[in-house]
Nanobody, 121 residues
Framework: QVQLVESGGGVVQPGGSLTLSCVASSSDFRLITMAWYRQVPVPGKQRELVASISRNGQTTYADSVRGRFTISRDDAKNRVYLQLNALKFEDTAAYYC?????????????WGQGTQVTVSS
């Protein structure tokens, strides 16, 4: 079964930068479109797709992060990264990596523990 481990979050001032990293224990990693999602603890708010990267390196971004965030991958290490620049207060969230669409296990989407990004002055 796949395991997802995210890291790299922290507290940063507005305008600052962070690099998030995720390792996925999937033997098919190089064939999969990987993505970063984020979720804020607001009742009823859905987890948001932030960015994705295909097996061929094609990337997509949410309008809210385009030009500020960069997704990349290292298939040799089964890792996907998210470079966060020019951070804003509204980027505060728990960030999760997963494939697109997410892995499904036991009747529900499987998620790792995520990594918290807090933008605060």
């Amino acid at each position: 079964q796949v395991q997802l481990v995210e890291s790299g979050g922290g507290v940063v001032q507005p305008g600052g930068s962070l690099t998030l990293s995720c390792v996925a224990s999937s033997s098919d990693f190089r064939l999969i479109t990987m993505a970063w999602y984020r979720q804020v603890p607001v009742p009823g708010k859905q987890r948001e797709l932030v960015a994705s990267i295909s097996r061929n390196g094609q990337t997509t971004y949410a309008d809210s992060v385009r030009g500020r965030f960069t997704i990349s991958r290292d298939d040799a290490k089964n890792r996907v990264y998210l470079q966060l620049n020019a951070l804003k207060f509204e980027d505060t969230a728990a960030y999760y990596c997963n494939k697109l669409p997410p892995w499904y296990r036991g009747g529900t989407d499987y998620w790792g523990q995520g990594t918290q990004v807090t933008v605060s002055s």
